[in-house]
C-alpha cells in the first residue's frame, strides 16, 4: 500500500512534465517519417560513386567463374600489381572509394591467409606471392583519402568446408578477420546471393546447394561483421543496402530507399513506398565491354555512356559501383585510365564533382548560390529557412508546416541564366519523403514553361540529377534560357524537407 502511494506521487510530476516540456522534437523539428536509415548507411549512401575492382584467378585463366581446381601457380603476375594506380585512376573519374575483389567463387585468396593453402602464398611467381592486394589496396585508399571495401566471395568452391557447418565461423569469419587488420574502416561488404552449387570443394566436387539466409545466420553475421568494421554495410544478403536488379547501370526514376520483399525486379529498381526497412538501391555496372574480370581484347564504354549510367544511378538515389578490371600486370590498362579521366573531366565540369586532379576554377558554376530565393511557406521553430538550401551543409534543411504535403520554391536571378540540370537532396535522416513534383522556368520571370515532362519527377532521395531536358542520353544540349525556376512538390509522405538544391 505504502509503496502503491509513493509510485502514484512518483508519477504525477512525472505525467506534468512530459505534458508540459515535450523535448522529443525541439524546436519543432519534423518527426521521421520511418523507415530511416542507420548512420552507416548514410556514410555508405554519402559515398555515391565508387569502383569495383575484379582481379585474381580468373584474370589469368580467362575464366568469370573458376571452379575452384585451379593450380595455384596460374596466378603470376607479368608486372609487380599496383592498387594505388588503381585507386588514383578512378579518383580521377570523380570515384570515392571502391571495392577490391580479393576472394572470388573459386577461393583464391589474395593474402597470405592462414584459412587455406589456396592463396597468393602459392603463387607462381614473386609478384605474385609479395603482393599483398588487400594491405596494399587498403593502404593505397587511407593515402588518398578514398573508402575502401572488400568482396570475399561467401561461395568458395575451393574449400572442402563449404556446405558443411565448419565453413562459416571456420572460414569466412576467420577470413573477415583477417582483413580487419588490413583496416577496420571498410565502407561496404559484397556479400551476394550465391546459393552454392558444383565445385571442386578440397578434391571431393559435386554440388553444394545452401539457403543463404539460414546457411550465413545472416543476423548475427551481420552483427559479427560490424563489430569488426563497424561503418561497414553488408550489401545484399547482408540487407543493408540492395542490388538495382540489373547490370546495366540504371536505377528506377522512381526510387525508393524502402522494400520489403525483393522478388520482383521492378521492386529492385524502384524500392517499395510501403516498404518497412531502409533497404537503398547498387547499381553495378562494369565500364568495359566483356565480363567482370580482365579478358583480352575487351574495350572500355565512352566517357558519354558512363556519364549516363552516372545520371541513371547517381543521379536517379542510386550509388554506383563502376567495374574497372585490371590487367595481367596488375594494373588498370591505359584505354582504361584514359576514359576514366574524360569521365573526371566530364562531372566536374557538368555538375561541379569535386575530380582529383580538376581546378576549382573549372568546376561548373552552382546558379542556385547566385539566385534569389522564394519559398511559399516555412516551418516555425526559426531553424528551416530557404538559406538551408544552398548553404552546402547536410544537417540543416527547408522544411514546411506538418500537414502541408506540398512546397513552392522559385529561385531566380536578374539577368537570365543558361541552366541544364538540377539536383535535389532530402535529409534522409529523417525518412524518404517526396512523392511527386514538378519544374518549370521562365525566360521572361511571367510565362512559365514545364519541364522535363518526358522524365518521371517523382521520388528525390538521398539525390536526385535532373537533365531539364530529360534526356539522359543527351543531357548537355544547349540548356534553357531561365530568369526563373520554379520547383513544386506535389505530393510528400510527410512534410516536405530539402537539405539540398544545386542548378547547373
Ligand atoms: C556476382 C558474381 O557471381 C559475379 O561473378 C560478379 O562478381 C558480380 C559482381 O557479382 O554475384
Known amino acids: 500500500m505504502k509503496i502503491k502511494t509513493l509510485l502514484v506521487g512518483l508519477a504525477i ?22 523507415p530511416v536509415p542507420s548512420d552507416r548507411q ?18 589469368f585463366t580467362g575464366l568469370e567463374w573458376g571452379f575452384g581446381n585451379e593450380a595455384e601457380s596460374r596466378y603470376a603476375p607479368k608486372g609487380m600489381p599496383n592498387p594505388e594506380q588503381w585507386v588514383t585512376s578512378v579518383k580521377a573519374a570523380g570515384m570515392n572509394g571502391g571495392i577490391a575483389v580479393v576472394k572470388h567463387h573459386d577461393g583464391f585468396c589474395l593474402w597470405p591467409t592462414a584459412t587455406t593453402s589456396h592463396s597468393i602464398k602459392n603463387a607462381g611467381n614473386e609478384n605474385g606471392r609479395s603482393a599483398n592486394i588487400p594491405q596494399l589496396f587498403a593502404e593505397a585508399s587511407k593515402k588518398h583519402n ?9 561461395w568458395d568452391r575451393n574449400s572442402a568446408h563449404y556446405g558443411k557447418d565448419t565453413y562459416v565461423t571456420e572460414v569466412f569469419l576467420k577470413q573477415c578477420e583477417e582483413l580487419a587488420q588490413y583496416g577496420s574502416d571498410q565502407f561496404e561488404m559484397w556479400f551476394d546471393g550465391a546459393r552454392g552449387g558444383d565445385g571442386y570443394y578440397g578434391g571431393e566436387g559435386g554440388n553444394r546447394d545452401i539457403d543463404p539466409e539460414i546457411y550465413y545466420d545472416v543476423p548475427n553475421l551481420r552483427a559479427r561483421v560490424h563489430r569488426i568494421a563497424p561503418n ?6 547482408g540487407g543493408e543496402a540492395r542490388w538495382i536488379g540489373n547490370e546495366s547501370g540504371y536505377a528506377g526514376n522512381t526510387n525508393w530507399a524502402m522494400t520489403d520483399y525483393l522478388s520482383e525486379t521492378v521492386v529492385r529498381e524502384e524500392g517499395d513506398i510501403n516498404g518497412w526497412f531502409w533497404n537503398p538501391g547498387e547499381s553495378d555496372a562494369k565500364a568495359t565491354n566483356q565480363g567482370w574480370f580482365w579478358h ?30 585490371p590487367d595481367q600486370y596488375g594494373v588498370l590498362p591505359t584505354n582504361t585510365v584514359n576514359e576514366l579521366s574524360k569521365l573526371g573531366k566530364m562531372l566536374h565540369e557538368r555538375l561541379a564533382v569535386p575530380v582529383y586532379g580538376q581546378s576549382e576554377s573549372t568546376a561548373a558554376k552552382d546558379m542556385a548560390k547566385t539566385a534569389t530565393i ?3 511557406e516555412t516551418r516555425t521553430g526559426g531553424k528551416y529557412d530557404k538559406a538551408n538550401l544552398t548553404d552546402g551543409n547536410k544537417d540543416t534543411y527547408w522544411a514546411t508546416n506538418d500537414g502541408s504535403l506540398g512546397g513552392t520554391i522559385t529561385l531566380s536571378w536578374s ?12 535529409p534522409i535522416k529523417l525518412g524518404q519523403r517526396i512523392k511527386d513534383f514538378k519544374i518549370e522556368y521562365s525566360e521572361d520571370g511571367s510565362n512559365w514553361t514545364e519541364l522535363c515532362t518526358s522524365m518521371e519527377t517523382t521520388t528525390v532521395g538521398y539525390k536526385r540529377i535532373i537533365p531539364l531536358n530529360g534526356s539522359t542520353s543527351n543531357s548537355y544540349g544547349n540548356g534553357y534560357n531561365a530568369k526563373k525556376l520554379r520547383i513544386t512538390i506535389l505530393d510528400s509522405r510527410a512534410c516536405p524537407l530539402l537539405s539540398n538544391i544545386n542548378v547547373y
Open 42 to 59: 548514410i556514410m555508405w549512401n554519402e559515398t555515391e560513386f565508387y569502383a569495383f575492382f575484379h582481379y585474381g584467378m580468373n584474370t
Open 415 to 426: 539577368t537570365p541564366q543558361t541552366v541544364r540540370y538540377l539536383v535535389l537532396q532530402e
Open 296 to 325: 583480352s581484347g575487351e574495350t572500355m564504354k565512352s566517357a558519354d555512356r558512363l556519364f549516363q549510367m552516372y545520371l541513371e544511378t547517381v543521379g536517379r538515389n542510386a550509388t554506383l559501383i563502376l567495374n574497372c578490371p
Open 146 to 154: 578514398m573508402k575502401y571495401g572488400f568482396y570475399i566471395s561467401p
Open 13 to 34: 510530476p512525472a505525467l506534468g512534465f512530459a505534458q508540459n516540456y515535450d523535448m522529443t522534437y525541439p524546436d519543432n523539428a519534423p518527426a521521421p517519417c520511418h
Open 232 to 237: 561497414c554495410i553488408m550489401w545484399g544478403v
Open 374 to 376: 522564394e519559398v511559399n
